[in-house]
């Protein structure tokens, strides 16, 4: 009899308490704590994806940004150069990413004497060395195409401006 109340005692015990009471023994998490658990990592994974296609979003909006002002470049009849097609930079080490470029020339007073010329009208002229002996006068330089756009645009109405104006891309 004693065996069959233990028995017994044990058989209401699991259906009562269920397999919760014997994780809880152990120091196992219960259904209800897994449930919980397994929903904090959705929520986690789900912020991270919706994280994931913001970034994308950015991404494709700077790029067709970017496009639009290219097109807008083009319109200008701005070039855009990289050193390389010219012949690559000699001695000039550049800290920016794009220059407006308002003289080139191989008679290096000529250069000069228009840096001096840009440099009077309020601008901070670079002289750029090229390797195949050509000097370049930059000035307003950018890190962003929307910037050197913004200033490819004013400098368009200095006197000191030529038609042949173009954009370097320093890589």
């Not at 269920?18 to 152990?26: I, P, S, T, V």
């Not at 912020?47 to 807008?72: C, F, G, P, T, Y």
């Not at 200008?76 to 470029?101: A, K, Q």
Request: hydrophobic share 45%; glycine share 6%; net charge positive.
């Amino acid at each position: 009899m004693k065996k069959f109340l233990l028995l017994l005692s044990a058989l209401s015990l699991l259906t009562l308490g269920g397999c919760d009471m014997f994780r809880r023994l152990a120091g196992r998490p219960t259904a209800k704590e897994l449930e919980q658990i397994k929903m904090e990592m959705l929520l986690r994974q789900e912020a991270q994806q919706v994280a994931r296609i913001d970034s994308l979003r950015r991404v494709e909006k700077a790029l067709s940004d970017s496009i639009a002002v290219l097109d807008s470049i083009r319109q200008l009849h701005g070039t855009i150069l990289n050193p390389s097609e010219i012949g690559g930079l000699f001695t000039t080490r550049l800290d920016f990413r794009y220059y407006i470029v308002v003289g080139a020339f191989k008679d290096r007073a000529n250069a000069e004497k228009l840096l001096s010329e840009v440099r009077e009208k309020g601008y901070s002229p670079v002289l750029i060395n090229f390797r195949n002996g050509f000097n370049a006068i930059g000035i307003a330089p950018a890190n962003d195409l929307f910037n050197i756009f913004r200033s490819l645009k004013r400098v368009k109405t200095e006197e000191f401006c030529p038609d042949d104006v173009w954009i370097l891309v320093n890589d």
